[in-house]
């Protein structure tokens, strides 16, 4: 049983950056690869990155090199430190957790996923 928070969302201006924390119930974090997808209205909910058990981290093309998705498994959080923010991040982003070994495909498929969090909001206005 994996229970996820999501916070750190809010309304910000182009360029700048906000940091989104996932904070995970449950005493076998370590366990979990932990992902983060958005979603914006009456659109797809779409894969943003991925970290692993390990640490091997994954990004859409659409966010690499202004995202960072990190873990913290004493504190059982999940980060995305999210720079140079574009109008098109606007979104609701979502935390989800993983259980077992990452498939040879990667972390971006949503439905691989077990556990989701409800989400926090994201706006960036021009």
């Known amino acids: 049983q994996v229970q996820l928070v999501e916070s750190g969302g809010g309304l910000v201006q182009a360029g700048a950056s906000l940091r989104l924390s996932c904070a995970a119930s449950g005493r076998t974090f370590g366990s979990y690869a932990m992902g983060w997808f958005r979603q914006a209205p009456e659109k797809e909910r779409e894969f943003v990155a991925a970290?692993?058990?390990?640490?091997?981290?994954y990004y859409a093309d659409s966010v690499k090199g202004r995202f960072t998705i990190s873990r913290d498994n004493a504190k059982n959080t999940a980060i995305l430190q999210m720079n140079s923010l574009k109008p098109e991040d606007t979104a609701i982003y979502y935390c989800a957790a993983r259980r077992g070994i990452s498939p040879a495909y990667g972390l971006g498929i949503k439905s691989d996923y077990d556990y989701w969090g409800q989400g926090t909001q994201v706006t960036v206005s021009s």
């Open positions: 970290i692993s058990r390990t640490g091997s981290t």
